[in-house]
């Protein structure tokens, strides 16, 4: 079973930048379709981004690409999520989820098909 933990959160002014860390601890990262999701208060989670096991191939929510950008490190155990030109309507809070399952594209979206969650850390865009 895989522990993951999100570091790097944190309060950043519109248009600035944060990279958020999930760092994996049981299980090899290489093993595992790995994802970001974020949450509003009061609202469900949504979809961020995906890289997906085997291949490393990325999946980006429409709505966000070209500002953030999914990687993965294996060596480090770590995924990260680099966040751009940050607005006050990215603020939430951010988790990051693994499934060692092999997911089809369209399903890389889908919060049921992930097993594990970190806990969350909360970003905030903020002048």
């Known amino acids: 079973q895989v522990q993951l933990l999100e570091s790097g959160g944190g309060l950043v002014q519109p248009g600035g930048s944060l990279r958020l860390s999930c760092a994996a601890s049981g299980r090899a990262l290489s093993g595992y379709t790995m994802a970001w999701f974020r949450q509003f208060p009061g609202k469900d989670r949504e979809f961020v981004a995906a890289v997906k096991r085997s291949s490393g191939m990325t999946s980006h929510a429409n709505s966000l690409k070209g500002r953030f950008t999914i990687s993965r490190d294996n060596a480090k155990n770590t995924l990260y999520l680099q966040m751009n030109s940050l607005r006050p309507e990215d603020t939430a809070l951010y988790y990051c989820?693994?499934?060692?399952?092999?997911?089809?594209?369209?399903?890389?979206?889908?919060?049921?098909?992930?097993?594990?969650w970190g806990q969350g850390t909360q970003v905030t865009v903020s002048s």
């Open positions: 989820a693994a499934t060692p399952r092999s997911l089809i594209t369209s399903s890389l979206a889908d919060e049921q098909w992930y097993e594990y």
